[in-house]
């Protein structure tokens, strides 16, 4: 039997909203999650409570950040009550995810995150990499392609090679537009970030790294030597293996990391660059 809420409310297109309807992905989505009465988890952007409702019948402590007020009411009407239940009102862009954190725990994040801010809500979010345990987004379908790509796929680039730096990527499965409203007008998809215990390949400067990486692929039909040509010559790059004659993306999370650290013994400043 179904309840129709005491408060309406539509989709606004400045935040991007496309509000989770479909009962199957969303049990899907529960599924992949698997929450425990155990865990600390973390919806950014719960809308109208699609997956709010799993996540606090789980049993699992529930932080949920909504930028968009007119839905604080109807969350709180639905969930207030229950202890294991938090709403912060706020944009999750600034939001300080560390204050979350009880203790020696690790986070679990969750989000339906509009196509505007997901990559550098992402990016803010990795920032805290250390204190997350994984996150679960549904994202633009060919966002989710660009952070599981690896060297040669046509979806490879900054975004993907610097995600896979601190996070393991599994594209979990496709979900169609008509499981939102309104429904987007592009496919969608559920991507799963685990943050590495240890990083596979630690850079000695992160953001000589970034550098790097951005410069490789403004152009990235270009060579790998003229496209960093202004940060490292041609006959350094072979010296390290790499083939200066390659496109950028050819070019492994390994060997950008390998580039980078020899522009750093170098002394080159990324912050003036």
């Not at 991007?16 to 999650?33: E, K, M, P, S, W």
């Amino acid at each position: 039997m179904s309840h129709k809420s005491p408060f309406e409310h539509r989709a606004r297109k400045r935040f991007g909203q496309n509000f989770l309807h479909d009962a199957g992905v969303i049990n899907r989505i529960i599924r992949a999650i698997a929450p425990k009465a155990s865990d600390h988890m973390v919806e950014i952007g719960p809308g109208q409570g699609a997956l709010t409702r799993d996540l606090v019948e789980s049993g699992a402590h529930l932080d949920v950040v909504e930028l968009d007020k007119d839905l604080v009411p109807l969350l709180l009407a639905q969930f207030s009550l229950k202890d294991n239940f938090a709403l912060h009102q706020g944009d999750a862009l600034r939001f300080d995810f560390r204050g979350l954190q009880q203790q020696e725990e690790k986070l679990r994040i969750i989000g339906n995150l509009p196509y505007n801010i997901s990559t550098p809500l992402m990016f803010h979010l990795l920032s805290y990499h250390d204190l997350i345990e994984d996150m679960h987004f549904m994202l633009q379908k060919e966002v989710v392609d660009r952070l599981a790509a690896g060297p040669g796929d046509n979806h490879y680039g900054r975004l993907g090679i610097m995600v896979q730096y601190y996070c393991k990527v599994d594209f979990l499965f496709p979900v169609g537009s008509g499981a939102f409203n309104p429904a987007p007008k592009v496919e969608s998809a559920i991507v799963r970030l685990r943050p590495h215990a240890e990083l596979p390949h630690p850079a000695k400067d992160i953001k000589q790294l970034q550098l790097v990486v951005r410069t490789a692929f403004t152009q990235r039909r270009k060579t790998l030597r003229n496209a960093l040509r202004t940060l490292i010559d041609a006959t350094s790059i072979e010296a390290l293996g790499i083939d200066a004659s390659a496109r950028p993306e050819r070019i492994s999370l390994a060997e950008f990391v390998a580039i980078s650290d020899h522009i750093h013994a170098q002394g080159s400043d990324p912050t003036e660059a």
